[in-house]
């Protein structure tokens, strides 16, 4: 089982550096999708999400293999979590975190 994870992550983390993602795309992507429960700057039903590229919650660091894990299935980062959003296209998971790492914290 941690193999097939560590594989998983090794996976996702070479497709995440393959696939860049397109910023602009992905706000627009997050706006449709996303918003509903998060805000960049308010929370909401989730969290606000300025500068969550990057930062540390508990032993998770938000990074691209993280962020496109959590995005695919946000169960299998945090188990207990209420987060029923997913998404399958690895494209638009990509957009959204290339937009998500312009969300510098102020």
């Not at 207990?80 to 990509?94: C, I, K, L, P, V």
Request: proline share 5%.
């Amino acid at each position: 089982m941690i193999r097939a994870i560590a594989l998983t992550a090794v996976l996702t983390a070479c497709l995440c550096l393959w696939s860049a993602g397109n910023a602009k795309r992905g706000e627009e992507l997050f706006n449709k999708m996303c918003t509903g429960c998060h805000s960049v700057d308010a929370s909401k039903v989730g969290p606000a999400l300025r500068g969550v590229y990057g930062r540390r919650s508990g032993p998770v660091t938000w990074d691209e293999p993280t962020l496109d894990r959590w995005l695919t299935d946000p169960t299998s980062v945090k188990p207990d979590t209420d987060m029923a959003f997913r998404s399958e296209n690895a494209g638009e998971r990509a957009d959204i975190i290339a937009y998500l790492k312009t969300l510098r914290a102020k």
